[in-house]
């Protein structure tokens, strides 16, 4: 069975950083894409960023310049490095992770963890 696990999250004042990490595990045959989303308060669901398989890195504009997304293939884990954060960051934050798995070994299929509270206030 393939899980996505986040971890990192917490309370951080206006100006700090955060790294979050986003591991995955099971029976992964290869990985397509793995990526963060978040999810304001009273906001819909929105990319952060994301890192695909050939390696290039995707921003929404928000972030861009302040967050850098990396990935560690051998482990099946990306990062998401948080500098300069501001109040309007916080959201829980989304791992994603298209995967090729034994259940589905040719065709990559979403996955997605369970979150982690980022919270930015003074």
């Known amino acids: 069975q393939v899980q996505v696990v986040e971890s990192g999250g917490g309370l951080v004042q206006p100006g700090g950083s955060l790294r979050l990490s986003c591991a995955a595990s099971g029976s992964i045959f290869g990985i397509n894409s793995m990526g963060w989303y978040r999810r304001a308060p009273g906001r819909q669901r929105a990319l952060v960023a994301v890192?695909?398989?050939?390696?290039?890195?995707t921003y929404s504009d928000s972030v861009k310049g302040r967050f850098t997304i990396s990935r560690d293939n051998a482990k099946s884990t990306v990062y998401l490095q948080m500098n300069s954060l501001k109040p309007e960051d916080t959201a829980v934050y989304y791992c994603?992770?298209?995967?090729?798995?034994?259940?589905?070994?040719?065709?990559?299929?979403?996955?997605w963890g369970q979150g982690t509270q980022v919270t930015v206030s003074s």
């Open positions: 890192v695909g398989s050939d390696g290039k890195t």
């Open positions: 994603n992770a298209f995967l090729r798995t034994l259940g589905t070994p040719m065709l990559p299929v979403a996955y």
